[in-house]
């Protein structure tokens, strides 16, 4: 792969056991394919505190992001929030997530869900941290709950954007922005490459998901950070630009999102 000036994975699971043995390397060949930086995103307690830790270890490459998954509701609990506000003290912290919805699986019930967003959205408008956000088939049930607290004085992004245009616009008009996974390289996704074709490049921001979701040609196998390079390539022909273009345009949206200092 050839490696580019610059890019930003705004979401990954460095934390995840997947890469319990081969950390270093993996955080090596990212840099080989230009990563310029990596926000590693916590899904409950224990991850979140890991990737504080491994923010403070890789300093100024690798973030945090605390938060917990709508899989994992049940246990947000007061003694959670306060540690997730404990977490956020640490400088390499810089959003609050993944939080949100997922009425697909439904491994934690519902009301427990909406709960849980619903105080760390509180705490993120608290702590004055932006939201990364996992919605899978709840998109009008968190659009209600945001719209609630509206305007939201924090921005965010819509983590692994599956919705169409129609849902991608009301995300757009609270100020969010879309991220982009691998599944942009997926064949039969065309409802995604059409709402990439039309949302501003201003905001548009690439992750990767490692350890899931690789791009084609990985796709099945694990995902990682130097994997980003096909999922700009792939921006890049639906958007008629350069790969360097998408680069700039979406590191850019990155340190300013996540005001990252890098």
Do not use: D, F, H, T
């Given at each position: 792969m050839r490696r580019w000036k610059s890019l930003i994975d705004t979401h990954a699971h460095l934390n995840h056991p997947k890469f319990g043995d081969d950390l270093d390397a993996t955080i090596e060949r990212a840099k080989d394919a230009g990563i310029q930086a990596i926000i590693t995103v916590g899904f409950d307690l224990p991850s979140s505190e890991v990737a504080v830790k491994l923010s403070e270890?890789?300093?100024?490459?690798?973030?945090?992001?605390?938060?917990i998954h709508p899989h994992d509701a049940l246990y947000l609990t007061n003694d959670a929030i306060a540690r997730l506000r404990?977490?956020?003290?640490s400088p390499t912290t810089i959003a609050i997530g993944e939080i949100g919805l997922d009425f697909y699986r439904n491994l934690s019930p519902r009301d427990a869900q909406l709960h849980a967003f619903e105080q760390q959205l509180i705490l993120a408008c608290e702590?004055?941290?932006?939201?990364?956000l996992h919605i899978r088939n709840a998109y009008q049930e968190a659009l209600d709950l945001l719209r609630h607290y509206a305007p939201l004085p924090?921005?965010?992004v819509a983590h692994c954007f599956s919705g169409d245009w129609a849902i991608a616009e009301q995300l757009l008009s609270l100020g969010l922005d879309i991220g982009i996974t691998g599944t942009i390289t997926f064949r039969h996704n065309e409802s995604l490459?059409?709402?990439i074709s039309r949302v501003d490049m201003s905001k548009l921001l690439l992750e990767t998901d490692a350890p899931y979701l690789a791009p084609v040609p990985y796709r099945g196998k694990r995902n990682e950070p130097a994997?980003?390079?096909?999922?700009a390539s792939a921006v890049a022909q639906v958007r008629g630009i350069t790969v360097d273009e998408v680069a700039m345009s979406t590191t850019a949206n990155a340190k300013h999102l996540f005001k990252l200092d890098i």
């Open positions: 270890r890789y300093r100024k490459y690798v973030w945090a992001a605390v938060g404990e977490l956020s003290q702590l004055c941290l932006p939201i990364i924090i921005n965010g490459r059409e709402v994997y980003l390079v096909r999922i």
